[in-house]
């Protein structure tokens, strides 16, 4: 079933119906997903789900079974559908514009539908400008020759709230018959909350350009997590799994022991959300990040949920805290949850002089979690457990949580 535009409609019910029915299938029969093997984004959607767990449990256990106890991996009930953020790539193939994801490892364009782990409303709204693009004349960005306006859509659902934001990455800040556009586009879709335009006009593989104006809608959407409300903008970090996030945050604060005597840092607090978390149950709470725009909606944030223990700045982590030790300060605990590519060994040095006394760091790169824990421990600090949180069925990925203790720098 398709819409006017094209798009097609998900199947609803008879979908969701298929997936769950999917989970006892076996390798070596067919895909679930008729571009799984050219994707290569869902390593795991073919086995099971007890068995994913199983393996990934495993995988952790080698790991970091070194560092402290790996408590059971917590995963998920309905392991589909699960990303709250989509993002697909536009482009031209045989007078048809098409969309989907880049190959694992490369720049060559897969045409994707239907995704198992993406969050359905989502694809369907690409769906639909795919199918605006030629009646509006709009061409696709072509990377080789630099010509073309439409270079990305990022879609963005509220889990508790509903809200959805569109973001139409262009390469140009030209967008022909843009209001016209718009309004095609809310007229299929009503329940969308927010449309944006991002301009991208650089070579990069980076997605989002640096500039945006909105165009329909308060240019953000909130959505609700732990009994708290967040705002999000397109280029906020926001963990894409809301089902599991909850959980994975509630262990995080839980790991903290705070009393409500505690200072706490929150590096790389991106939007705040682990920040404002924490300041329920801290005497006082510092956010630091340096991406401005994430930082504005943290800001709003701590205002929209009352939270006036809570402070934010626009810096990096380790510059920030080298000058508070600078300063003769000091902080209680430390909330890190860095990129996949984890932290330096000057940001671990720089937790150690601020003299903080309990780490947790929240990670979605267990590689490099593993080596960081090697300096953390060089410099006195002691892993106390390690829990592991399902975040990304389907995928090799999973997100990590570790408390330490600072038990004494170790002599050489």
């Known amino acids: 079933m398709a819409d006017k535009y094209g798009g097609k409609k998900s199947a609803g019910s008879k979908k969701e119906e298929t997936a769950e029915e999917s989970q006892g299938k076996r390798p070596g029969k067919s895909s679930l997903c008729p571009v799984s093997k050219q994707c290569g984004g869902c390593q795991y959607l073919d086995m099971p789900y007890k068995e994913q767990l199983k393996l990934k449990q495993q995988q952790m256990q080698k790991l970091l079974g070194s560092f402290g106890k790996v408590y059971p991996i917590v995963g998920m009930e309905n392991p589909f559908h699960y990303r709250n953020k989509v993002h697909a790539v536009f482009g031209w193939r045989k007078g048809e514009p098409i969309s989907g994801v880049y190959q694992e490892g490369t720049h060559k364009l897969i045409p994707v539908e239907h995704c198992l782990i993406e969050d359905e409303k989502a694809d369907e709204i690409i769906g639909t400008i795919r199918g605006m693009l030629k009646s509006f004349k709009i061409r696709t960005y072509d990377e080789d020759t630099g010509f073309g306006l439409l270079r990305h859509v990022l879609v963005r659902r509220g889990f508790a709230t509903g809200e959805i934001l569109v973001a139409l990455v262009t390469a140009s800040p030209v967008f022909p018959s843009k209001n016209h556009f718009v309004k095609a586009l809310l007229e299929a879709h009503p329940e969308i909350t927010t449309i944006v335009q991002n301009i991208n006009g650089r070579e990069t ?4 350009g640096e500039r945006e104006q909105v165009l329909y809608g308060r240019g953000y959407i909130e959505d609700e997590l732990c009994g708290y409300r967040f705002r999000i903008s397109s280029q906020s970090f926001y963990q894409v799994n809301p089902v599991q996030t909850e959980k994975l945050y509630a262990k995080a604060i839980e790991l903290a022991g705070l009393t409500g005597r505690e200072i706490v840092l929150d590096a790389y607090c991106g939007i705040g959300t ?15 990040e340096r991406n401005r725009q994430a930082i504005r909606d943290a800001i709003q944030n701590a205002k929209c949920n009352h939270i006036p223990n809570i402070r934010f700045y626009c810096n990096d982590a380790t510059r920030f805290m080298q000058q508070m030790a600078t300063e003769g300060a000091s902080v209680d605990v430390v909330l890190m949850d860095p990129p996949r590519t984890g932290s330096t060994e000057e940001f671990i040095r720089a937790v150690m002089s601020v003299r903080a006394k309990r780490v947790v760091y929240v990670s979605c790169g267990p590689e490099t979690l593993a080596r960081d824990l090697k300096v953390f421990g060089r410099l006195g600090y002691e892993a106390r457990g390690v829990w592991v949180y399902d975040m990304f069925p389907a995928v090799r990925h999973v997100e990590v949580v ?7 720098e170790k002599k050489k």
């Open 205 to 208: 593989s980076m997605v989002l």
């Open 274 to 288: 682990i920040g404002i978390l924490a300041a329920g149950q801290a005497k006082q709470v510092i956010g630091v």
């Open 402 to 408: 570790i408390q330490m203790m600072f038990c004494g």
